[in-house]
């Protein structure tokens, strides 16, 4: 009895020693809770165009594990690896099939399981792409829903019967447009209904408002979190709640649909329950694929007392000029973007958290839309470009390649190029005589995704080194001669050497993680100047964006202390108001 009452005695005492620990506030740091995914540098694999290990022309796992040793290198340690799931391809796996198998052509679940437990070793983190704004239509709940309107997976999806024209022609439900042109419905004759899909005619989307759609979507997350996966991109996740009644698109909400689809009225429901019933279950990262989100709307995904997203990507800075995110390439302005990084560190306090990125398998190459892809200025404008992002407030996305200053890729014409995004423009602008050929090429080549999606560059060898067989499934850029990883990893003056002592200098440097930053010049056409200070440390960050030199006077009388890195060689200038800065050199002072 005695006994008994002591280990009560003992049980009570350590729960409450226990509690007591666990009601610790955590240790802020300048107001923000440390976590691992603050302060990380990740790097997004796109598996088709990293390493191919069997000569089939198509990048696999195996040949992303044969890599992993230059990722380590190189100071990266999440890796965002976009879909490897069971696809048809009709948009290179962002239709997924099956979301428990791994891609034929990438490879076996031990395959996988093979790159995770390299990964794992290597001390980094892998997340994967969550694509659950829509399936394949070969998935087989869709094969299911379109077989009957009673069928119990009809409602996985979103049916509605047709409009009758006055001629008596059948219309879509709304006049709701897919991303990928064209309308995005598309009738089905078997059942008499037609389905939505946000993007192509072979992604359906799934119907969130069916509580089985949620449990079996939070259940294949689980499936890949037990795996020990260490969180999810999520594709498109503002668009699973859609506009209450889908009422057709005024024409001012046609200028930009993504902002009308972005704020469907479950949206926050449909995230907390994902969170309350996975995410937070484990120790895992989220980020959000926020097209139509706008950065005042960001807390409302992210802040860390609402449990849903820990961070979104936000599209105004890589989307910049594109006149609601989605056509070609206008003018911009250098203060356009600074005032686009001041907004975000307006909006987002000290509960949210950000990301910082100008590219992905989106985007054109992040030297030719943000640098000068000549010769003279390839080198130094890339070296700015991922100053500039290793440096900034918010976790840092690099994309495959960018940390070699990959380039577009000479696109001519239509067989140029593999997105379904750019064949199928082509049959609405082009071959109905809406736009010229040479017009429409023109502004696609800028901006196509394709440009982000040709081979890695390896080697000066035949095919980049990318595959040993002659069959690339898209072309390797002529330039992968000079340009390639074995001849960086040589130079030490290569961006990729430069990158490397960049994200090195970022993970010693909590400043450039939880620092407050500030604009010094935002007016300025072509100078980003800007610091990170964290109490009494702060870093100073200088970047001429522009191909002329240039001598700068900082504002305000500030000194420019001491030199931790340039992009050019050569010796340092160091405490002074007056920088004579080379073509796109970037520096950073510690102060
Ligand atoms: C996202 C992906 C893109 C894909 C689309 C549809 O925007 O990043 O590649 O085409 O969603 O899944
Ligand atoms: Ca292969």
Partial sequence: MRQKLFDTLLLIAFSTVAVAALAQPPQLINGYEPKWWKEAVVYQIYPRSFKDSNGDGIGDIPGITSKLDYLQKLGVNVIWLSPHFDSPNADNGYDIRDYRKVMAEFGSMADFDTLLAGIKQRHMRLIIDLVVNHTSDEHQWFVASRSSRTNPYRDFYIWRPGRTAPDGSKLPPNNYPSYFSGSAWTYDA??????????????????WANPKVREEVFSLMRFWLDKGVSGFRMDVIPLISKPAGMPDLTPEQLKNPSNTFANGPHLTEYLQQMNREVLSHYDDMTVGEAIGTTVAQTPSLVDDRRHELNMIFNFDAVRIGRQGGEGPRGSWTLPELKAIYTAHAQELGKHDWDTVFLSNHDNPRLVSAFGDDSAAFRV?????????????????????????????????????????AVKNAYQAQV?????????????????????????????????????????????????????????????????LNY?????????????????????????????FAYTRTLGPEQYLVVENFSSKPLVYTLPNNRKAAQQVLDDYPGPAEGNTSTLHLQPWEARIYKQ
């Fill in 190 to 207: 078997k059942t008499d209904e037609y389905y939505l899909h946000y993007f192509a005619v072979k992604q359906p989307d799934l119907n």
């Fill in 380 to 420: 130094p404008s890339a070296k700015l470009l991922e100053t500039m992002i290793l440096t900034l407030r918010g976790t840092p996305f690099l994309y495959q390649g960018d940390e070699l200053g990959m380039t577009n890729y000479p696109f001519h014409q239509l067989s140029d190029y593999d997105d379904i």
């Fill in 431 to 495: 071959a109905s005589g809406k736009v010229p050929a040479d017009v429409f090429f023109a502004a696609t080549s800028k901006i196509a995704r394709d440009n982000a999606r040709t081979p890695m560059q390896w080697d000066a060898g035949p095919e980049g080194g990318f595959t040993s067989g002659t069959h690339p499934w898209l072309a390797v850029n002529p330039n992968s001669k000079s340009l390639n990883a074995a001849a960086e990893a040589a130079d030490p003056d290569s961006v």
């Fill in 499 to 527: 990158t490397r002592r960049l994200i090195a200098l970022r993970a010693t440097t909590k400043a450039f993680v939880y620092g407050d930053y500030q604009d010094l010049d935002p007016q300025h056409p072509t100078v």
